[in-house]
């Protein structure tokens, strides 16, 4: 059974940084798949952030956050990592990561929350000014 448990939310002042962390059970990230962070502020529609395709070797970022969010991976942990810095408070939602270990079903689709199977509980991240 896969399960996917995010930590690492909390309250920072804007231009601040936080590491969120997914880490996976009942699958290896490293065996392909795609993993990825999604967010959703209050009264607004869920939204990817940055994905990884383990299969290929690729991530995504969305526009927003390119240059300010960086994935990292810890195949030994089974783990995937979101560094976020210089947060704004566009930034303010819950944070979620998604996995489908079907690498050719996420293909260039990385970034869409509706192909994913398996979902976290969320971390919420709040900024402040």
């Known amino acids: 059974q896969v399960q996917l448990v995010e930590s690492g939310g909390g309250s920072v002042q804007a231009g601040g940084s936080l590491k969120l962390s997914c880490a996976v059970s009942?699958?290896?990230?490293?065996?392909?798949?795609?993993v990825s962070w999604f967010r959703q502020a209050p009264g607004k529609e869920r939204e990817g952030v940055a994905g990884i395709n383990t299969e290929f070797d690729r991530t995504y970022y969305a526009d927003s956050v390119k240059a300010r969010f960086t994935l990292s991976q810890d195949d030994a942990e089974n783990t995937l990592y979101l560094q976020m810095n210089s947060l704004e408070l566009a930034d303010n939602a819950v944070y979620y990561c998604?996995?489908?270990?079907?690498?050719?079903?996420?293909?260039?689709?990385?970034?869409?929350?509706?192909?994913?199977?398996?979902w976290g509980q969320g971390t919420q991240v709040t900024v402040s000014s």
């Open positions: 009942g699958h290896t990230i490293s065996r392909g798949g795609c």
């Open positions: 998604a996995a489908l270990f079907s690498p050719w079903d996420c293909l260039e689709r990385t970034l869409r929350a509706d192909i994913y199977r398996y």
